[in-house]
């Protein structure tokens, strides 16, 4: 009995799933009613939980459809027709990047299901939507989320190897909310109950909508907004592919940011501004509403994504550092939007009344745990700059690395706390720039055994097209670990992530980054072999051969080169023996086969060499056997 009491209670606590959850909490019919690739796990870091419970919070009733079955009704009928609309995501991650490898190659597991037992279509946003739409015609259907915020403008596919028009002229719904969709779902959901229809929201930030062409036709000379090259021209030409790219990018600013249209073959996108940020007090109750992090009672196993950051807090948003293989500044956006030292505090202390807190934090970050505090007086009233990067040569950005010392400081005092870990990457340019005790302080404290950096590579010409920081100044860092570690008494060891197969990577930047991870003993546990996402400076580069912002060739390895690239970055690896041969061999590096100390691989294949060995024991033997 007391364990049915307690189930009911937990069923309570959660946005439900059902009608008689519904009906347990009193809701008899649903405002809105998500529908999710991802389970239902209440935690601020998966996004239906957050957008749910904002909206809960605002006083909209809420249901939620996770990893409906989409090759019947059943599933999409269970929460009946929502009164203002239904909203639609592949989840927190798009639907094709969680689905397949680097290689196109289908993965096994889905760490956003129970169990990590795939259960999403691909394309999950179109396929929800369409069958929502052929199931409610009359109720408006808005998409978000990455999948969709990611997909807004004409896109290249790297599993079509094609460009595809804006997932707003393939899917049959309304609106489309991009970035970081609080203020936008609750002013679409307020306008609504007001009695407002769809076309009435084209002026909300961080919306894109569709338009008829005749329209466009009529409006274009009178609208100051900026037309980028039609779905035609990028899908045809690489050159206004780039260019479509490079326009659409300057405008992703709050402040500053113009309206951006691209005509497709049926319909016109329209992308408004991007929405404001949230401001501290915003961020501060979001982030601090009743969640219960945890996955729905009704899950049996356990879903993966959330063993590694249930405990995890969120400190911040946005990041400056616009690495070009990363579409955070299409998505959260350059403006790093902060939370008060106050409210991190009390989430943790929350934690501390949890029977199933061990007193360990997983994490304090955001997309870039270093830029917490980080701000430019810029920001708030012109937006960020468009004809440069912020970054530490700018004299207007300031750091704040000592007061997230402070921060650390005051989360590892809690009663009941006992370790407080550094999960998010960070910056180590930032590092670098900054006179404070931080990185002393986060080996001694806030490190365990290892501490994860992204250089990425380390000839500058790659760095470059990554928009990274160069060599000099991942080897400034790793001096400076290096005194820090042997401060703090602690064993502590460099965890530096490197990429295979970026634009502008050849064989021999890959020989040359294999060299120096021999040389200072930086072998990665893990590849990180290049994936053309979607809206990323790098996936431009990758289909058109072009750096978008200066329209320069860019080299692009494909194919075998990306694989024995790939092979460069695990040289040690028996499996790779063939691929790095072929990659030293291609840049004239013999040298770097045999058995010296600076050779990469041996004269032969370890297992070609253990059967060559087994076969001449064998002719021993059987020699033996033949003597006597
Ligand atoms: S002034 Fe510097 S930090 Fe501020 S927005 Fe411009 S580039 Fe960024």
Request: aromatic letters at 10%; charged letters at 25%; proline letters at 7%.
């Amino acid at each position: 009995m007391e364990r049915v009491r307690q189930h009911r209670f937990d069923l309570q606590a959660f946005l439900p799933l059902s009608r008689g959850e519904a009906a347990e909490q009193g809701i008899e019919e649903f405002d809105i009613v998500l529908v999710s690739g991802d389970a239902y796990v209440d935690h601020p870091l998966f996004c239906t939980a957050l957008i749910g419970r904002v909206l809960q919070d605002r006083g909209f009733s809420v249901g939620i459809i996770a990893q409906p079955d989409w090759r019947s009704n059943d599933d999409f009928m269970k929460l009946g027709a929502p009164r203002l609309f239904f909203g639609v995501t592949s989840g927190n991650a798009d639907s094709m990047v969680n689905a397949y490898t680097a290689r196109r190659m289908r993965r096994r597991k889905d760490v956003y299901s129970p169990g990590g037992i795939p259960l999403r279509p691909d394309r999950a946003t179109i396929v929800y939507a369409e069958r929502i739409h052929a199931m409610y015609p009359e109720i408006p259907v808005v998409i978000g989320g990455i999948e969709a915020s990611l997909r807004r403008f004409a896109q290249y596919d790297y599993w079509e190897d094609r460009v595809r028009q804006s997932i707003l002229a393939d899917a049959p719904a309304d609106l489309l909310v991009f970035g970081m969709g609080e203020r936008q779902v609750v002013e679409i959901a307020s306008r609504l109950e007001k009695g407002a229809d769809i076309p009435d929201m084209q002026d909300i930030p961080g919306l894109a909508w569709k338009m008829s062409i005749s329209t466009w036709r009529n409006l274009h000379r009178e609208k100051d907004w900026l037309e980028i090259p039609d779905y035609r021209a990028v899908a045809a030409d690489p050159k206004s592919y780039a260019r479509a790219f490079a326009l659409h990018y300057q405008e992703q600013d709050p402040v500053r940011g113009r309206t951006v249209v691209q005509v497709h073959p049926k319909t016109v996108i329209v992308q408004n501004r991007p929405a404001k940020p949230l401001f501290t007090a915003e961020l501060d109750h979001i982030y601090e509403l009743p969640y219960t992090r945890n996955a729905h009672p009704s899950y049996r196993p356990p879903v993966p994504a959330l063993e590694s950051v249930q405990f995890s807090v969120v400190s911040h948003r946005g990041c400056f550092g616009g690495c070009s293989f990363c579409s955070l500044t299409h998505h959260q956006g350059r403006i790093i939007q902060s939370r008060s030292m106050e409210s991190l505090v009390r989430e943790v202390k929350s934690f501390t009344r949890r029977d199933d807190f061990k007193g360990v934090v997983q994490d304090v970050g955001g997309p870039t745990a270093n830029m917490y505090l980080a701000t430019c007086p810029r920001w708030e009233t012109g937006g960020a700059c468009h004809d440069r990067a912020c970054s530490v040569s700018c004299p207007s950005l300031e750091l704040s690395l000592q007061n997230q010392i402070t921060l650390l400081r005051r989360l590892r005092s809690i009663p009941g706390v006992k370790q407080v870990f550094i999960g998010s990457g960070i910056r180590h340019d930032l590092v670098c720039a900054d006179p404070s005790p931080y990185l002393e302080e986060i080996c001694r404290h806030h490190v365990s055994g290892h501490l994860k950096v992204a250089p990425e590579h380390v000839t500058d010409a790659v760095t470059a097209c990554m928009n990274k920081p160069g060599y000099k100044i991942f080897e400034e860092f790793r001096n400076r670990f290096a005194d820090a570690v042997s401060r703090s008494g602690k064993k502590l060891y460099l965890l530096p992530y490197f990429m295979s197969g970026h634009p502008g990577c050849t064989i021999e930047d890959m020989v040359f980054l294999a060299e120096y991870m021999r040389d200072h003993h930086l072998y990665p546990e893990q590849v990180q072999d290049f994936t053309p996402t979607p809206m990323t400076a790098s996936t431009t580069m990758y289909y058109t051969g072009l750096n978008p912002f200066t329209m320069e060739p860019v080299h692009v390895p494909k194919e075998r080169e990306k694989r024995v690239q790939r092979a460069l970055l695990h040289f040690r690896d028996r499996r790779n023996y063939h691929l790095v041969r072929e990659g030293v061999l291609a840049v004239n590096r013999p040298d770097l086969i045999g058995r010296e100390w600076k050779c990469l691989i041996p004269e032969r294949p370890e297992r070609e060499k253990a059967e060559t060995e087994k076969s001449v024991r064998n002719k021993e033997a059987e020699s033996l056997r033949e003597k006597f």
